[in-house]
């Protein structure tokens, strides 16, 4: 079976699509475009990372990607959807946070402000879970709900 088409994912707005490799696979990220006039690196911006949810890819959090701001704020396709390598394993909760902690990383930061819808929250509890080890400067708050989670992740 061919792999899909890219374009189907990469939908044109106000964002730019990146390629990230992080936890040995290739991600699909899509970046906000800043608003911001100045000179300042993006690295320096405090990172957000919104993860989605069973069945969904990047686009759902496009309202969000547009809506925040005074961030570097992008969208992953998370293993195994939309843009990103499909590998046949590693689709369990600890290998999905290692590829979260992988993409900060990668992005060049050294902590994230994480959101996640369905799946993506439960990534963030396995991050959260992974960081509570006391293990170097380490630090996560998990808020969760049925549907939605938020994480103040420092990976060391």
Not at 5 to 10: A, E, F, G, T
Not at 113 to 135: E, F, I, N, R
Request: with cysteine; net charge neutral.
């Amino acid at each position: 079976m061919a792999p899909p088409d890219p374009s189907v994912v990469r939908i044109d707005g106000p964002w730019r699509h990146l390629e990230v490799h992080a936890n040995g696979i290739r991600f699909h990220v899509v970046e906000a475009e800043s608003t911001e006039t100045s000179n300042t690196p993006v690295t320096d911006r405090p990172l957000v990372i919104l993860l989605h949810g069973f069945g969904s890819f990047w686009w759902s959090w496009r309202h969000q990607l547009r809506g925040v701001t005074g961030a570097r704020v992008v969208a992953v396709d998370l293993r195994g959807y939309g843009g990103s390598d499909k590998p046949p394993r590693g689709y369990d909760g600890w290998t999905l946070a290692g590829d979260t902690a992988g993409l900060v990383r990668a992005l060049g930061h050294q902590a994230a402000t994480l959101v996640g819808h369905a799946d993506g929250g439960l990534v963030l509890g396995d991050l959260c879970a992974a960081s509570a080890d006391g293990a170097g400067d380490r630090r996560g708050q998990l808020a969760a709900s049925r549907r939605t989670a938020g994480l103040r992740a420092d990976p060391a």
